[in-house]
């Protein structure tokens, strides 16, 4: 059975995909494009188109933030009680877990990812963090301070109250449509703010089932808005709408640049989650099976399309070639296959233009002279399948090492002194992420303060939760999602000074 027959028969009873073509979602209802433009959505596995998505353009976008402008100002959410918007969080969490099967289905169809990802991450972390965000909808405070107010005569109070931004654009990208869309929507809504959300071309179709699910679970008609279409027209018309108060975009750094600058114009708020070339350094107290199997989660896992992924390696030369051999023992051994296969471990990546990209990457580094270990081409003959691959002996002016691929492209290097692997770490534009690899306590609190990352893990890569704030230093982004730093970022603090 092929991809598309299994997600068939995972979409039985979804009514969602009965039409080839599905609409946006704009004030708690379907629309169709305004534009009068379509665009295909593709199962990367087998190439085949699977469903039609809205090319919308400024004209559709401009009904969605007026829809998403009338929802704040009536005060339908934000003016619930924080404990009705929290109520209404949980309920949206309970559909998306019984949406499990269905979700995790259009996930696998648009992305190709597999079906184990796309319901532990997208689906099961999906939700959960749902539900934790709708809990900080009653934990958002202000302070009351005192003062030293030099005006005699009247007594002075004053405090700070939190109050939400207004209407936020969320532009997210296609490696996790659902989960991601929902670490920018979650905490909006907790915050009382309403939201236009414009996917990924190549993955709109859990956006969208994301916003009819709001619907069903109550929560008010121009709430969540969602708005499908290509970065350049619908992306920029949204970025450069003046009643969008708050950008909460994840994405690549040359697009988050074009999105501050348009916030910056729009003396809108921002939230950039951008592209990492993220360090794991391994030192030779290290267990290297242990590390082994924890690189390769951190390069393989998603065909390495995660921002995180821990594509630069250096490991001290004791460990160097033992690591290697066991690394490649590890990709050698994954079953390459379509994400609705169980047996699956590494699917294809999400597009051919992304392939394209990747190969394109994995060739620059044969030229420029870096040791292919493994991997190094396409894997299966139809659909957007490569190896997973590792070149070692890199040297720091390859692209390999220097841009990010985003896909399953390890890059190892040894190194003999921690200074030196420490300086190599450091040694990028970006600090989204970095590890460390040992068994010394001392060198772990050591070195951790010293890397230039937003995320550090310590033996281990790739390790998420709700509560830890995720985000880069550098050219990495600014703000940070998930935890209370997201929540709060869609809030405005508000100071009053009472003379009573
Ligand atoms: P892009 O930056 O190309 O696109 C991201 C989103 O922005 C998409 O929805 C895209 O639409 C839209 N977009 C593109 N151009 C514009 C524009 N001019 N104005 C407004 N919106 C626009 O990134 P990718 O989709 O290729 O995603 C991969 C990148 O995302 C990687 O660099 C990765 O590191 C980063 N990323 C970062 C994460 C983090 O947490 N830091 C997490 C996941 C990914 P369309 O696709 O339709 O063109």
């Known amino acids: 059975m092929n991809s598309l027959d299994l997600s068939r028969q995972q979409l039985q009873g979804s009514q969602f995909l009965s039409e080839r073509r599905v609409g946006n979602v704009i004030d708690g209802a379907s629309r169709l494009p305004l534009s009068g433009r379509w665009l295909p959505v593709t199962d ?16 559709d976008v401009e009904v969605a933030v007026a829809s998403a402008q009338r929802a704040f100002e009536s005060a339908a959410w934000r003016g619930l009680r924080p404990a009705d918007r929290e109520k209404l969080l949980f309920k949206l969490s309970e559909l998306i877990e019984r949406h499990a099967d269905e979700l995790s289905a259009l996930e696998t169809l648009q992305s190709g990812k597999l079906q184990g990802i796309a319901r532990m991450i997208d689906v099961g972390s999906g939700a959960e963090f749902v539900r934790y965000m709708a809990g900080w909808a009653t934990k958002l405070e202000g302070q009351t301070l005192d003062n030293s107010i030099p005006i005699p005569g009247p007594q002075w109070v004053t405090y700070t109250r939190r109050e939400p931004v207004g209407v936020v654009g969320a532009i997210v990208p296609w490696n996790f449509p659902l989960a991601i869309a929902l670490w920018k929507v ?21 956006a969208l089932r994301l916003a009819h699910l709001a619907i069903e679970a109550g929560i008010p008609e121009g709430v969540l808005n969602v708005v499908c279409g290509r970065g350049a027209t619908a992306g920029a018309a949204l970025i450069a709408h003046p009643g969008v108060r708050k950008l909460s975009f994840t994405g690549s750094t040359a697009v988050g640049k074009v999105v501050g600058h348009a916030a910056v114009d ?52 004791s460990l160097y070639r033992r690591v290697l051999d066991e690394l490649a023992g590890i990709a050698q051994g994954m079953k390459i296959g379509s994400g609705f296969d169980a047996a699956s471990q590494f699917g294809p990546l999400t597009s051919k233009v992304h392939f394209d990209r990747v190969t394109n990457y994995i060739e620059s580094a044969k030229a420029e002279g870096a040791t292919l270990v493994t991997g190094g ?16 002996d890199t040297t720091p002016h390859m692209r390999v090492v220097r841009e990010e691929v985003f896909g399953p492209v390890l890059a190892a290097a040894p190194f003999d002194d921690i200074e030196e692997a420490i300086a190599a770490a450091n040694d990028s534009p970006y600090g989204l992420a970095a590890s460390l690899w040992t068994n010394n306590l001392s060198h772990a609190n050591r070195i951790v303060p010293r890397l230039q990352a937003g995320m550090v893990w310590v033996n281990a890569h790739n390790v998420l939760d709700a509560g830890l704030p995720l985000g880069g230093m550098k050219q990495s982004g600014t703000g940070r999602d998930l935890g209370r730093a997201a929540v709060e970022s869609f809030t405005e603090v508000k100071s009053v000074c009472m003379a009573v």
């Open 266 to 317: 729009n003396m809108a708020r921002f939230t950039l989650e951008l592209g990492g070339k993220s360090p794991a350094i391994v030192m030779e107290d290290a267990d290297p099976s242990h590390v082994a199997q924890g690189i390769a989660m951190g390069i393989f896992f998603h065909q390495g399309q995660v921002c995180t992924a821990s594509s630069r390696l250096f490991v001290h030369r």
């Open 186 to 206: 979650a905490p909006a809504l907790a915050a009382g703010c309403t939201v236009v959300l414009k996917p990924s071309e190549d993955t709109p179709l859990t």
């Open 377 to 392: 081409g396409r894997a299966l003959e139809a659909g957007c399948f490569v190896q997973p691959t590792i070149f070692a």
């Open 44 to 59: 990367p596995a087998t190439e085949v188109v699977v469903a039609e998505a809205p090319d919308s353009n400024a004209a």
